[in-house]
């Protein structure tokens, strides 16, 4: 019987965390479901919360925030210890359709190549609009631009699993061999790319990425971060470490790396029309620019 755990990684989001794992509890799972939470020092009371009201729930509270490559990472090491064939990877702000699991893991077995794969995932509201439905990634290229159907709802062709460049850390479920053969989240990233680098690593060790359309799962996008997809934070670790999974999965240099450099930073540029101060977020730009070039990894020295 295949074996699944649950991964779900918290900051500072009670009632996202609560209302992830309340879906999680109705997740038709038929060889069984083990929910780890892993609290990155949240202080508005989610392990309180979580212990209280999901007593089954096995919570390890770290005393530090580790990104999400270490938050994630140390649930994933105990899903393994545990025995999991299969990790479910998942944001606190997402739910889960209670037949998503078993879709995902039909998938997998009529795809034994698969090393990771991803539901659908649409935004919370409206509830039938993608986030996720695919994505490409050409390190050669530096930004190859938005997910799949991006907004948009999902069109009738896709019905059935098809490969993908990459999948979202939002949800994943990654198979115990795919780690045993290229390892978990790499800390270097701490926020943002993780999941693009993993997914290339994979790629590379010769298992397959795959979206499955007929497993869905809601997306709260961007809630820990007040509702803003673009603030200094992302723009910080979004151009260092955008230009870091370039250099490591398609080194280049001379003439072609900057010009692949260029793209990389005028991509993050154009983005900060939409921006939450959108100063504050130029200065993080150029300070993850400059900290790509230094090799300042992981988390941000904000004295740099």
Partial sequence: MTTVAAVVLSYNGETDTLECL?????????????TIVVDNASTDGTVKAVRERFPGVELIASPR?????????????????????WILVLNNDTTVAPNALERLLAAAESHPSAGILSPVI??????????????????????????????????AHLNTPVPVDFVTGAAMLISRGAIQRVGAFDPDYFFLYEDV??????????????????????HRVTASLGGRELNPMTSYYATRNNLLVCQRH???????AWRRE?????????????????FASLRALVAGWSDFHRGRLGARRLSS
């Fill in 250 to 256: 398609a080194p280049m240099s001379g003439l072609r």
């Fill in 22 to 34: 309340r879906s999680l509890a109705e997740l038709r799972a038929p060889g069984g479901l083990d």
């Fill in 197 to 218: 680098d993993l997914s290339l690593r994979v790629r590379a060790a010769g298992m397959e990425l795959l979206l499955v359309p007929d497993a869905k799962v809601w």
């Fill in 262 to 278: 260029l793209v990389c930073v005028a991509t993050h540029l154009a983005g900060l029309r939409r921006a939450h101060r959108p």
């Fill in 65 to 85: 925030n580790l990104g999400f490559s270490g938050g994630n990472n140390i649930g994933i090491e105990r899903a393994l210890e545990l025995g999991s064939d």
């Fill in 122 to 155: 649409f935004f919370t509201d409206p509830g039938d609009v993608l986030w996720f439905g695919g994505a490409r990634f050409d390190p050669r290229r530096g930004y190859s631009g938005r997910m799949e159907h991006y907004r948009r709802r999902a069109p």
